[in-house]
């Protein structure tokens, strides 16, 4: 399958600066200046191992927009992640984010200080949809090849001033909304970041969330097979750049056996199988594991459930009902980009 004329909204990544106050769009990597990003990779002083800079980990959550509460649920789900101090993780994937879930992510002075953000720019990928998928990268891990931008991040943009060390990836050539045939207008958000170690390479950062029910899992056989050949595709304007492979992670809604066979049909790797075993159930939906972290040309290392608590939602009559932050658990998965 051809991906190259596929629809694509092109849109960025956004750090916050203290002096401004606003969240600003950043460059990413231009695919014309090669030589000034090598210039600028082998200036940087790194002083951790190969094996450490490559290491990653993501979180992804569906969290839930229909349910009552949704901005006080998503702050739960957000603290949940983001209160685990250094070991909060390096790639956020979050779906279901409505409008106003959007702004209190934005205002968040933890996500000001320590991530780069999708989508901060306007709200063109909330416009005629219930909910969207957002994508944080963590400024620690992720920078970008403008020279002044660096310096900005080297000095701490971010609102709480943390430094960044021990970035090992670099943003770009893309960051893009990819329309899917799609019976609920889903697309696909994906951000391309390249190893400092080797800048004519890059890998792809998918978030999804596939077609919900049923009657959709034909629409779902289709977005699968467009997402694999992304992580397969050349890069723009180049004749030799090719992604090298990337990751694939959100609500794949899988609730068929039929979907259950599209990674393997698609030669992608499903981490919780390939840590786990097929029977093993990770998200309490019985055989069926509706959200999914899979991945090509990386090697998953963990993977884990993260549940969802409680939050109290008041009734008339003074009674209160318990319901969990999301109907869906989060997965956290550590991986390795392959020697």
Same mark, same amino acid.
């Given at each position: 399958?051809?991906?190259?004329?596929?629809?694509?909204?092109?849109?960025?990544?956004?750090?916050?600066?203290?002096?401004?106050?606003?969240?600003?769009?950043?460059?990413?990597?231009?695919?014309?200046?090669?030589?000034?990003?090598?210039?600028?990779?082998?200036?940087?002083?790194?002083?951790?191992?190969?094996?450490?800079?490559?290491?990653?980990?993501?979180?992804?959550?569906?969290?839930?927009?229909?349910?009552?509460?949704?901005?006080?649920?998503?702050?739960?789900?957000?603290?949940?992640?983001?209160?685990?101090?250094?070991?909060?993780?390096?790639?956020?994937?979050?779906?279901?984010?409505?409008?106003?879930?959007?702004? *209190? @992510?934005? #205002?968040?002075?933890?996500? =000001? /200080?320590?991530?780069?953000?999708?989508? !901060?720019?306007?709200?063109?990928?909330? &416009?005629?949809?219930?909910?969207?998928?957002?994508?944080?990268?963590?400024?620690?891990?992720?920078?970008?090849?403008?020279?002044?931008?660096?310096?900005?991040?080297?000095?701490?943009?971010?609102?709480?001033?943390?430094?960044?060390?021990?970035?090992?990836?670099?943003?770009?050539?893309?960051?893009?909304?990819?329309?899917?045939?799609?019976?609920?207008?889903?697309?696909?958000?994906?951000?391309?970041?390249?190893?400092?170690?080797?800048?004519?390479?890059?890998?792809?950062?998918?978030?999804?969330?596939?077609? *919900? @029910?049923? #009657?959709?899992?034909?629409? =779902? /056989?289709?977005?699968?097979?467009?997402? !694999?050949?992304?992580?397969?595709?050349? &890069?723009?304007?180049?004749?030799?750049?090719?992604?090298?492979?990337?990751?694939?992670?959100?609500?794949?809604?899988?609730?068929?056996?039929?979907?259950?066979?599209?990674?393997?049909?698609?030669?992608?790797?499903?981490?919780?199988?390939?840590?786990?075993?097929?029977?093993?159930?990770?998200?309490?939906?019985?055989?069926?594991?509706?959200?999914?972290?899979?991945?090509?040309?990386?090697?998953?290392?963990?993977?884990?459930?993260?549940?969802?608590?409680?939050?109290?939602?008041?009734?008339?009559?003074?009674? *209160? @009902?318990?319901?969990?932050?999301?109907?869906?658990?989060?997965?956290?998965?550590?991986?390795?980009?392959?020697?």
């Amino acid at each position: 399958m051809v991906t190259t004329n596929l629809n694509r909204l092109w849109r960025t990544l956004s750090a916050f600066n203290r002096s401004t106050r606003r969240w600003e769009p950043i460059p990413c990597r231009n695919s014309q200046s090669q030589e000034t990003q090598r210039l600028s990779l082998t200036s940087r002083n790194i002083d951790t191992s190969w094996t450490q800079q490559r290491l990653l980990s993501l979180v992804s959550w569906n969290i839930d927009a229909f349910s009552p509460r949704p901005v006080s649920r998503a702050k739960l789900i957000y603290n949940h992640i983001l209160d685990e101090g250094p070991n909060s993780p390096d790639i956020i994937f979050l779906q279901e984010v409505t409008s106003d879930v959007r702004t *209190s @992510l934005l #205002d968040d002075a933890r996500v =000001r /200080a320590a991530f780069l953000v999708t989508d !901060a720019e306007d709200q063109t990928s909330f &416009e005629d949809v219930p909910f969207a998928t957002m994508t944080l990268l963590s400024n620690s891990r992720f920078f970008t090849s403008d020279l002044d931008s660096q310096k900005d991040c080297d000095e701490g943009v971010g609102e709480g001033g943390r430094g960044r060390g021990g970035n090992f990836f670099m943003v770009g050539p893309a960051v893009s909304r990819l329309t899917l045939p799609s019976k609920y207008k889903r697309d696909a958000l994906y951000v391309d970041i390249v190893p400092t170690t080797a800048p004519d390479t890059y890998f792809r950062l998918i978030n999804v969330h596939l077609d *919900s @029910l049923w #009657d959709a899992q034909s629409f =779902r /056989a289709q977005q699968m097979e467009i997402l !694999a050949n992304v992580l397969r595709e050349p &890069e723009p304007e180049s004749e030799s750049g090719r992604c090298s492979g990337g990751i694939i992670a959100g609500d794949f809604n899988a609730i068929s056996p039929e979907d259950d066979e599209l990674v393997d049909k698609n030669e992608l790797v499903d981490a919780w199988v390939a840590l786990h075993g097929r029977g093993a159930d990770s998200d309490g939906a019985g055989p069926r594991r509706l959200d999914k972290v899979v991945m090509m040309g990386l090697k998953a290392k963990e993977i884990k459930v993260l549940r969802p608590g409680l939050i109290d939602v008041p009734k008339p009559g003074g009674i *209160s @009902l318990n319901i969990p932050w999301s109907d869906h658990s989060g997965l956290r998965c550590t991986f390795t980009i392959k020697d």
